[in-house]
């Protein structure tokens, strides 16, 4: 099963798990239209990669990401997220699905670029 955090225990959750990354996999438009996750705010390492077709594990690799490394994958409002979580952790990674996604993170007043 997937472990779910909301927005609001990203950052709590980076503290006691340091050795964690954001995975953006929002579109361009929607990082353009709507901003993205400063993670980095507070230590969280940000990357981003659209999910658009069945070259994303490949395109994943290329972050070269440590499979120590946990992933805390957000999406708009957590359902891409979820489906990479699930794709991710067939290939032996350590996957957090944000479930409230983007939405929550701006709701919650969290840091944005």
Not at 42 to 68: E, H, P, W
Not at 75 to 91: D, I, M, N, P, Y
Request: proline residues 3%; glycine residues 6%.
């Amino acid at each position: 099963m997937i472990k779910q955090i909301s927005s609001n225990e990203v950052e709590e959750h980076t503290k006691n798990n340091p050795k964690s990354v954001l995975l953006d996999v929002r579109t361009e438009v929607e990082w353009d239209r709507d901003g993205k996750p400063d993670g980095e705010k507070f230590g969280l390492k940000t990357y981003f990669l659209t999910v658009k077709d069945a070259s994303f594990i490949d395109d994943f690799k290329k972050l070269s990401i440590n499979q120590g490394y946990e992933i805390l994958s957000i999406c708009k409002a957590g359902q891409r997220s979820q489906f990479v979580t699930e794709l991710l952790t067939k290939e032996n990674y350590k996957c957090v699905n944000v479930y409230d996604g983007f939405d929550g993170w701006k709701y919650s007043n969290l840091p944005c670029k």
